[in-house]
């Protein structure tokens, strides 16, 4: 018992530090070096050696007690502020994923929705346009390779937008509201009501693949309320911007990458447990055959609404 009580100690040991204490510590000492060089010195090394050799000669940090002190309120400012990044980062998570019944939402995907329209007619008019380069022997009509590549580049601008017309006002919410619209389009089941049933028969490496895709997810937003922090301390000392845009370019090259793995994880839960799941509720046989019938999707949503 001891042998795992120590492991588990120092698992929750080394997420604590990974979590909590580091983050805030690098924030507190960008904090504390904006504070001290301000504006107009802030490249001035000496000025913050001085103010650190000051520091050092204090009569009381000589002692034991207050020194331990110190380190107390440092750890404890530090993983406050963690705690505060972290729930500004779920508030950031809300956010992206948001429905947007709110003017300025509205106004957001109407923006998108313009541009997403744009991207698919350059689109269509590329493939109409595209003259073919002839047929082969197996009379598969092919098309310049130029004129292949042009149509790839506007395909991925236009999905850079949202892979289907946009209804919400960021990228984020638009990509889990195409993985519900394609599940209803192929199964006709309501992805809303279907999960959490889903989810209670996956086997754990899809759940703990699934789990590790939300959490990195949740991580990109945590590192985008880092971002607020540093352009907050931005107002004292210019070069935490840098660092500021630094972190939200990163978040949101992370966020993005990590929340289409996880809406493709989701489609592929439902495609490959679907079946499943209409077996152990009775919709169908345990030895039928075949892809999950808009039928069976039809009556999962309604069994799982309860007449709601």
């Not at 009381?60 to 440092?74: C, E, K, N, S, Y």
């Not at 998570?93 to 998108?112: I, K, M, V």
């Not at 889990?176 to 754990?204: C, F, H, K, N, S």
């Not at 939300?214 to 660092?243: E, I, Q, T």
């Amino acid at each position: 018992m001891n042998p795992l009580l120590a492991t588990l100690g120092s698992k929750l040991t080394e997420r604590w530090l990974n979590l909590l204490v580091l983050p805030g510590a690098l924030f507190l000492a960008v904090a504390a070096v904006g504070t001290t060089l301000g504006h107009r010195h802030w490249h001035d090394l000496d000025r913050l050696r001085g103010t650190l050799d000051d520091l050092a000669t204090r009569p009381a940090l000589d002692r034991t007690g207050t020194a331990a002190l110190l380190v107390a309120v440092v750890l404890l400012t530090a993983a406050a502020a963690s705690l505060a990044a972290q729930f500004l980062g779920g508030a950031i998570e809300q956010y992206w994923l948001r429905l947007g019944r709110d003017p300025l939402s509205r106004a957001l995907t109407a923006r998108r929705t313009r541009r997403w329209k744009e991207g698919d007619t350059k689109v269509e008019d590329a493939v109409v346009h595209a003259g073919p380069a002839g047929a082969g022997t197996d009379g598969v009509v092919t098309i310049p390779r130029v004129t292949w590549e042009r149509i790839q580049a506007l395909t991925a601008a236009r999905d850079r937008i949202a892979l289907r017309e946009p209804a919400r006002p960021t990228w984020y919410g638009d990509r889990m509201q195409a993985t519900a619209d394609r599940v209803e389009a192929a199964y006709g089941v309501d992805l809303a009501v279907l999960w959490p049933r889903l989810w209670l028969i996956l086997p754990e490496p899809a759940v703990q693949q699934i789990r590790a895709g939300r959490d990195s997810f949740s991580a990109a937003a945590r590192l985008a309320s880092w971002a607020v922090g540093y352009a907050l301390l931005a107002c004292w000392w210019w070069p935490a911007a840098l660092v500021a845009v630094g972190c939200g370019a990163v978040a949101r090259s992370r966020a993005r990458t990590a929340l289409d793995a996880f809406a493709n994880l989701i489609e592929a839960a439902v495609d490959v447990h679907g079946r499943e799941l209409a077996t152990r509720v009775g919709l169908i046989a345990p030895d039928a055959t075949g892809l999950l019938a808009q039928e069976t999707g039809d009556g999962m949503s309604e069994v799982f609404r309860k007449a709601d």
